[in-house]
């Protein structure tokens, strides 16, 4: 995967988080914001884009990359 797709990626997964509140997600994902589940998978989201910052751009590539040689 090249350096752009993974900027595409982590671009909008962050600017997506930076600017939704949890309607937004609901509304997006087609959740109905009553109920516990979508409760817990904005939870699962805020885990998602919290190890994605944890991580650069160069690294996350690489951990692609290797992904797709591990693959069958």
């Known amino acids: 995967m090249s350096d752009q ?9 962050c ?8 309607h937004k ?3 997006v ?3 109905d914001p009553n109920h516990a589940y979508s409760k817990e998978k ?3 989201w805020q885990q998602f884009v919290s190890g ?6 160069n690294t996350l590539a690489k951990l692609v990359e290797a992904g797709y ?3 069958p």
Do not use: S
């Open 52 to 57: 994605i910052k944890a991580f650069d751009q």
């Open 15 to 22: 600017t997506f988080h930076w600017n939704a509140d949890f």
């Open 29 to 31: 994902c087609n959740f």
């Open 42 to 44: 904005w939870q699962q």
């Open 5 to 13: 797709k993974i900027n595409y990626l982590i671009t909008g997964i």
């Open 25 to 27: 997600f609901c509304e």
């Open 69 to 71: 040689q591990l693959a």
